[in-house]
Nanobody, 127 residues
Framework: QLQLVESGGGLVQPGGSLRLSCAAA?????????IAWFREVPEKDREGVAC????????DYGDSVKGRFTIARDNAKNTVYLQMNSLKPEDSAVYYC???????????????????WGQGTQVTVSS
């Protein structure tokens, strides 16, 4: 079973930047999977942040992060990144990466479409 590990979270001031990484811990190649980033805060459902399809033909972003966040792959490092710029306090959350063997298309921001998940990494945006 595919295992995912997120890293790169931390504390940053508003307007700052962070880069999150999603890596495979099981030895699988992430190139064969569509990868999505979700975020979650207490008492709220997980929110879709971004998705990149297995062949990089399709990329999706949540409305609240368009123009600020970028999802990308580095197949040589077997890693998917989420570059987060112009961070706002409302971006504070636990960020998860998730994998699917197919591209969910219209349902890309539905957590139920992704069988495999990482453990999450905390992002806190505060002065």
């Amino acid at each position: 079973q595919l295992q995912l590990v997120e890293s790169g979270g931390g504390l940053v001031q508003p307007g700052g930047s962070l880069r999150l990484s999603c890596a495979a811990a099981s030895g699988f190649s992430l190139g064969g999977y569509s990868i999505a980033w979700f975020r979650e805060v207490p008492e709220k459902d997980r929110e879709g942040v971004a998705c990149i399809s297995n062949r990089d033909a399709d990329i999706d972003y949540g409305d609240s992060v368009k123009g600020r966040f970028t999802i990308a792959r580095d197949n040589a490092k077997n890693t998917v990144y989420l570059q987060m710029n112009s961070l706002k306090p409302e971006d504070s959350a636990v960020y998860y990466c998730a994998a699917s063997t197919f591209y969910p298309a219209y349902y890309w921001n539905n957590p139920n479409e992704y069988p495999d998940w990482g453990q999450g990494t905390q992002v806190t945006v505060s002065s």
